[in-house]
């Protein structure tokens, strides 16, 4: 059964710092493109950031730019989103999803997504 699973999230302070990772089982990420979405309460999902399937492209949404880390480690099957000076803005549910393929896929194109792990910044 494919599956993805996130995990680390959690409640931290504004400037704080959290990793998320993103499991996958099932299936290897080798050959897959992996994003990295949240959805807020009464916003639309978006885009934060995406790696090709073999680390070796990147990209951010601007409002993570400077903030955010994607990384992947395949031997492991799982993909990281080390986040940095957090702001209260940035809470929401993360997600995680996979697109076959080697680059980054508009995000009508992941096919395969985890259930999300919530974020939360506060003080």
């Known amino acids: 059964q494919v599956q993805l699973v996130e995990s680390g999230g959690g409640l931290v302070q504004p400037g704080g710092s959290l990793r998320l990772s993103c499991a996958a089982s099932?299936?290897?990420?080798?050959?897959?493109?992996i994003g990295w979405f949240r959805q807020a309460p009464g916003k639309e999902r978006e885009g934060v950031s995406c790696?090709?399937?073999?680390?070796?492209?990147?990209n951010y949404a601007d409002s993570v730019k400077g903030r955010f880390t994607i990384s992947r480690d395949n031997a492991k099957n799982t993909v990281y989103l080390q986040m940095n000076s957090l702001k209260p803005e940035d809470t929401a549910v993360y997600y995680c999803a996979a697109a076959r393929g080697r680059l980054c896929p508009p995000p009508s194109d992941f096919g395969s997504w985890g259930q999300g792990t919530q974020v939360t910044v506060s003080s």
């Open positions: 099932g299936f290897t990420l080798d050959y897959y493109a």
């Open positions: 790696i090709s399937s073999s680390g070796g492209s990147t």
